[in-house]
T-cell receptor
Framework: AAGVIQSPRHLIKEKRETATLKCYPIPRHDTVYWYQQGPGQDPQFLIS???????DKGSIPDRFSAQQFSDYHSELNMSSLELGDSALYFC???????????FGSGTRLTVV | AQTVTQSQPEMSVQEAETVTLSCTYDTSENNYYLFWYKQPPSRQMILVIRQEAYKQQNATENRFSVNFQKAAKSFSLKISDSQLGDTAMYFCAFLLAGSSNTGKLIFGQGTTLQVKP
């Protein structure tokens, strides 16, 4: 079965650079979520989209933005990167959240 | 606001034995869902089991079962016949139910489980 696809798997950027993370949800899933997981920490909710519209927003810095496109894939754009942005970024999708999300394998972002 | 607490940062168990991971949560709502996710070293988050708060019967998925105590706001995970492949970080998660299908999961801090041969 198709899973949630994230790219790239690893990304190394320098401070103040910009990064773009991509997420391709499971076909027919209508909601996409972005989470940030720091080293040894629990995932923190950033933002979600339902049917290409932002549905909820968490602790996402103003330097970050995200959108969902007509083909349902989503992109997380991060500008003016800081060392503290180094983390694992998960994308997940769901058809109905009450049945649980399906997570992608994550993008490991390292800011140097 | 809802919170999820996992008070055991690390646990270990011998292969083939049983282990229980604890989770408590805080909410003033009555209708919600609880989940356990597993994150192995490969880092993929995998859904292990889910529980609907309005159901009294504890959920079971093969070797995984939960002890859901709604009044105590407790949701522990029991792993029977532990296997080496169960070695992972386990996250308890809470989802508030509502008219929207797009609710966000709130995670606990995680428990690292080591299964020893």
């Amino acid at each position: 079965a198709a899973g949630v696809i994230q790219s790239p798997r690893h990304l190394i950027k320098e401070k103040r650079e910009t990064a773009t993370l991509k997420c391709y949800p499971i076909p027919r899933h209508d909601t996409v979520y972005w989470y940030q997981q720091g080293p040894g920490q629990d995932p923190q909710f950033l933002i979600s989209f339902y049917e290409k519209m932002q549905s909820d927003k968490g602790s996402i810095p103003d330097r970050f933005s995200a959108q969902q496109f007509s083909d349902y894939h989503s992109e997380l754009n991060m500008s003016s990167l800081e060392l503290g942005d180094s983390a694992l970024y998960f994308c997940a999708s769901s058809l109905r959240a009450v049945y649980g999300y399906t997570f992608g394998s994550g993008t490991r972002l390292t800011v140097v | 606001a809802q919170t999820v607490t996992q008070s055991q940062p690390e646990m270990s168990v011998q292969e083939a034995e049983t282990v229980t991971l604890s989770c408590t949560y805080d909410t003033s709502e009555n209708n919600y869902y609880l989940f356990w996710y597993k994150q192995p070293p490969s880092r993929q988050m995998i859904l292990v089991i889910r529980q609907e708060a309005y159901k009294q019967q504890n959920a079971t998925e093969n070797r995984f079962s939960v002890n859901f105590q709604k009044a105590a706001k407790s949701f522990s995970l029991k792993i029977s016949d532990s296997q080496l492949g169960d070695t992972a970080m386990y996250f308890c998660a809470f989802l508030l139910a509502g008219s929207s299908n797009t609710g966000k999961l709130i995670f606990g801090q995680g428990t690292t489980l080591q299964v020893k041969p």
